[in-house]
């Protein structure tokens, strides 16, 4: 095969499989990027993995490479028709929404049958400007990733001027202990050492350092704990 004639099939393999891509990305739905789920995007993924390589790969007949890029199609179809009427495997297929935070207490129980760590729980915090999980009434994993936050009412700025109270004493949380271990430089910013963090342990029945998810010290001053027996 002469290099013009090698990039012309090429050329038509690509047309093939862009519009094959592009009639079953269609018959698939049009659900937003933002509401996709693990499963979908993963499904996402192989399938544009399929159509990159039947479009390129010459030792791979473009017919298999439709017929593969079809079967992954229509299987999708079929399940989302089927969660789409039974709820029972709708949430099989794409997992539930996990209670994370309920009134300010972490339930880390879910967090581990998400596999969701601390430190992403307090980074998503951050994003939605909350740097105190005890603000925090409800927070909701969603099948997404994302988190949904109710904030409690107290800490509604407007609420809080409207009735002309005085404002709770807010500021960013320290984070103390990350995963059973103790961040010693914030220790240092706060100009506590271990011996004093150990002591607020004891005070609050903790023996062991490794029981702790996440400990940190609040505007108040007040340590807010998470154990990883909760």
Known sequence: MTTLNGHL????RSIITYFVLLGFTRAMGRKQISQLT????????????IAGVAAVDRSLKISDGVISIAIWSLLTIIISEITFKNINIRLLVDSEPLLIIDKGKVIYKNMKKAKYNIGDLLMQLRNKDIFNITEVEIAILEPDGKLSVLK?????????????????KV?????????GNILSSHLSL???????????????????????????LQADGQIYIVKNNA
């Open 152 to 168: 409690k009412s107290e800490f509604n700025s407007v609420t809080v001027g409207d009735m002309k109270l005085a404002a709770p």
């Open 9 to 12: 099939y090429l050329a038509f």
């Open 171 to 179: 500021g960013m949380m320290v984070d103390l202990i990350l995963d």
């Open 190 to 216: 706060i100009k506590k050492d271990e011996a004093w963090l150990t002591s607020q342990l004891k005070a609050r029945n903790i023996k062991d350092i490794k029981t702790v998810v996440f400990a940190g």
């Open 38 to 49: 693990f499963f979908d995007y993963t499904v996402g993924i192989t399938i544009g993995s």
